[in-house]
């Protein structure tokens, strides 16, 4: 069935260096893929997407890419601060089979940013 | 603010139990998806309503129903609570599209089944 792999499950980086967060999805038809980001009892939030017809995305120190020839995507966010310390998740649509394109997640990222 | 308000925020029931859980979606959108989160996961799919009517189900029983309303909002109902169903249930609204929805998660309805 349709799978998202997140990896590393944790992942801990001093202040200022990068943080970069990988995924593979199974479904070769899924066209779009969000990251949100989770902090401690509160929604998750967009924080950046991409569609499968774009290869990279910036938006300020938060860039994702897209390899769909290898169905893997990342996001890298730049010049680390205490405040991105978070759960991050990706999350890949349901292809063009689906017609709702419900959003299968990853298990998810936790990153800590030491000061 | 995304614009989805969900109620209540919190609630406690005992297993055995019904529940429904309310969703207002933002204005112009025509989708509303409902998620569980529970804890250290990330969310599941339960199902997806476009004009009122379901078209995409995740692996969820019969038990979980729900209903979207002509203006939009929705609802949420669980029958027969069981202790695995403790979880952040999440609505989202969008504007179907077909190369991927945009969606924007509401604050959420926390459940805590005992």
């Known amino acids: 069935g349709e799978n998202v792999e997140q990896h590393p499950s944790t992942l801990s980086v001093q202040e200022g260096d990068s943080a970069v967060i990988k995924c593979t999805y199974s479904d070769s038809a899924s066209n779009y893929f969000p990251w949100y980001k989770q902090e401690l009892g509160k929604r998750p939030q967009l924080i950046i997407d991409i569609r499968s017809n774009v290869g990279e995305k910036k ?33 890949a649509s349901g292809g063009w089979m689906d017609s709702s394109y419900k959003l299968i997640f990853g298990s998810g990222t936790r990153l800590l940013v030491r000061p | 603010e995304t614009g989805v308000t969900q109620s209540p925020t919190h609630l406690i029931k005992t297993r055995g139990q019904q529940v429904t859980l309310r969703c207002s979606s933002q204005s112009g959108h025509n989708t509303v998806s409902w998620y569980q989160q529970a804890l250290g996961q990330g969310p599941q799919f339960i199902f997806q309503y476009y004009r009122e009517e379901e078209n995409g189900r995740g692996n969820f029983p019969p038990r979980f129903s729900g209903l979207q309303f002509p203006n939009y909002s929705s609802e949420l109902n669980v029958n027969a609570l069981e202790l695995d169903d403790s979880a952040l249930y999440l609505c989202a609204s969008s504007l179907l599209r077909v190369n991927g929805n945009t969606i924007y998660f509401g604050e959420g309805s926390w459940l805590t089944v005992v």
């Open chain 1, 59 to 91: 938006d300020q120190r938060i860039a994702v890419t897209l390899n769909k020839t290898a169905k893997h995507f990342s996001l890298h966010i730049t010049e680390t601060q205490p405040e991105d310390s978070a759960v991050y998740f990706c999350a």
